[in-house]
């Protein structure tokens, strides 16, 4: 059917709770009939972990109940007039809870590639909990778009949709973020733990691009990470990454979510060596615990003086969210030869905040028992195997000069009594 034929009052039911493909693999079209339609079917929910689109505001939301995982980029809007109902848990789990129907998924909206010759549809941008979102809800509707890539990996059968939705529009795109001096200089820290050989985990964003941009003299770097972006391109034409000494997957780089431009798209299109997986695979921790010389980098709020780190909440604004911190951290501190980073700048707020802190102002995201490096652009910080005392020491060395005299008094009764 056309847009202009679909009528979700004839699919969805008053109450129906839906799952949304996520990232740039957001069914846009859908997502507007839902906005435009929702009301006049009544008692609505809806579920997606990270939205960029800015379909979803807090008027468009106002006739059906929207729940994410976490507050990350369009959802920020939205949490902070209290109209998104978060749900914290990791990106890993998002698949297993609907399986279990802890998670609701009557309904799965989900967008995918033109079928091919065997009438298969590739799930183009987004794979993580997509296949689990189809095998739980009672109908399928799938935006078919023919700009979206084909992408080796997860696919989905015509015969699994209910109901298919053609259209050509562009793809949801996420520009790469401006890269200023203090990103700059994050990189330069957290780039001294990349070696040749070693496996990449990165998410989105100024630091991670700043990072990508300072490793193109690297050789046979791999890539297995839950998201990846145009930096990833880069790297490939460089000739940095190879995926050559990979222990599993060799070759070939993983993901789950592709998030950029169409440079990254026009990329991943047919390209063997790249792979859409589920969150099953590519942040379990048996799949995991096969890849050596691991760097996982991840990015915080916060951190307090003992290497508690808050990825979440800023005050009374939450922000950010869970994600796929936890597992890769636990990963990247454990893999034989790798790392695992927690990246942030030293201030916050014009640089009248520490985001090095006494105590956290939000929740505890990792705890202090995983973290292995925190980097700043003051240096970084080797935390796993240190005693609180140390921690206190090391992390106040990469605070900001303006506030390590506060921050070291603050520390005097951890450095006292040990704890």
Do not use: W
């Not at 906005?35 to 807090?58: C, H, K, M, R, Y």
């Not at 939450?318 to 990246?343: C, E, K, L, W």
């Not at 005693?387 to 921050?407: C, G, N, Q, W, Y």
């Amino acid at each position: 059917m056309t847009p202009d034929e679909l009528d979700l009052r004839e699919i969805l039911r008053p109450g129906d709770r839906i799952v949304v493909g996520q990232a740039c693999g957001e069914p846009q079209t859908l997502v507007e009939a839902l906005i435009a339609q929702g009301g006049e079917i009544g008692g609505l929910s809806a579920f997606i972990a990270t939205s960029f689109s800015g379909l979803f505001t807090p008027a468009a939301t106002e006739s059906f109940a929207l729940s994410s995982m976490g507050a990350i980029g369009a959802l920020r809007a939205v949490a902070k007039e209290h109209r998104l109902a978060v749900v914290p848990c990791h990106v890993g789990r998002v698949g297993p809870l609907i399986e279990a129907g802890i998670l609701g998924c009557d309904v799965a909206f989900v967008q995918v590639s033109p079928a091919d010759e065997r009438g298969e549809h590739s799930l183009g941008l987004i794979s993580d909990y997509v296949r689990a979102a189809v095998a739980a809800a009672r109908v399928v509707v799938a935006e078919v778009n023919d700009q979206v890539p084909h992408t080796f990996g997860e696919r989905l059968s015509a015969s699994e949709i209910d109901y298919a939705v053609t259209v050509s529009r562009t793809p949801v795109r996420v520009p790469p973020a401006r890269i200023g001096p203090v990103d700059e200089a994050i990189a330069a820290h957290a780039a001294a733990y990349i070696d040749d050989g070693a496996v990449l985990q990165t998410g989105v964003g100024a630091v991670p691009d700043a990072i990508l941009r300072l490793l193109r003299d690297r050789t046979d770097l791999g890539v297995h990470s839950g998201m990846i972006g145009d930096g990833l391109v880069d790297l490939v034409e460089a000739g940095a990454v190879t995926n050559a000494r990979k222990k599993i997957d060799r070759g070939v780089s993983i993901t789950g979510a592709l998030i950029g431009t169409e440079r990254l798209y026009r990329f991943a299109d047919r390209n063997p060596a790249l792979r859409m997986c589920t969150t099953g695979y590519t942040h379990d921790a048996g799949v995991l615990a096969q890849v050596e010389r691991l760097v996982t980098v991840n990015s915080a709020m916060e951190v307090d003086l003992t290497g508690q780190v808050n990825a979440e909440q800023s005050g009374a604004a939450y922000v950010g969210g869970t994600g796929g911190q936890v597992d890769f951290v636990r990963a990247g501190a454990r893999s034989p030869g790798g790392h695992a980073i927690i990246a942030l700048p030293a201030t916050a707020k014009g640089g009248t905040i520490s985001r090095i802190t006494p105590a956290l102002s939000g929740p505890v995201t990792t705890a202090r028992s995983d973290v292995d490096v925190i980097v700043t652009e003051f240096g970084a910080a080797e935390l796993a195997g240190q005693s609180l005392a140390e921690r206190t020491r090391r992390l106040i060395a990469v605070a900001h000069p303006d506030f390590r005299e506060e921050l070291e008094r603050e520390a005097y009764v951890i450095q006292q009594r040990g704890f």
